[in-house]
Nanobody
Framework: QVQLVESGGGLVQPGGSLRLSCVASGGIFNIYTMGWYRQAPGKQRELVTTISSGGVTNCADSVKGRFTISRDNTKKTVYLQMNSLQPEDTAVYYC??????????WGQGTQVTVSS
C-alpha cells in the first residue's frame, strides 16, 4: 500500500508559478510511474503529466512548455513545476502512483486556483 500526500497548491495570479509536491510512503517508490492529474469543477479528471521509473516523461498538450514533472527517488517525492499559469489551469490536482492495475494509488488532492 502506498500513501500519497500532496502539497503546494494555492491561489496564484495569471502568469504566475506554483510548485506542487507529492510525498509517498509505503511501497517501493522507484518502481512506480508517478503522475499528476487534475479535475476542474464539472469536468472529468484528466492527465496532466507522468514520469516513469526510468525518468521518461509524458504530458498533455495543454501544459507542454509550461509544466515540468520531476522525481527524487531518495526523497520519495514527485514534483510539478507549473509556470505561466492560466485560469483554465484551475483544478484540484491529484498525485498518482501506478504499477499495474492492482497497484494504482491516489493522493487526496490539492487545490490550485488561478485568478486575478
Amino acid at each position: 500500500q502506498v500513501q500519497l500526500v500532496e502539497s503546494g497548491g494555492g491561489l496564484v495570479q495569471p502568469g504566475g508559478s506554483l510548485r506542487l509536491s507529492c510525498v509517498a510512503s509505503g511501497g517501493i517508490f522507484n518502481i512506480y510511474t508517478m503522475g499528476w492529474y487534475r479535475q476542474a469543477p464539472g469536468k472529468q479528471r484528466e492527465l496532466v503529466t507522468t514520469i516513469s521509473s526510468g525518468g521518461v516523461t509524458n504530458c498533455a498538450d495543454s501544459v507542454k512548455g509550461r509544466f515540468t514533472i520531476s522525481r527524487d527517488n531518495t526523497k520519495k517525492t514527485v514534483y510539478l513545476q507549473m509556470n505561466s499559469l492560466q485560469p483554465e489551469d484551475t483544478a484540484v490536482y491529484y498525485c498518482n502512483a501506478f504499477y499495474g492495475s492492482v497497484r494504482n494509488y491516489w493522493g487526496q488532492g490539492t487545490q490550485v486556483t488561478v485568478s486575478s
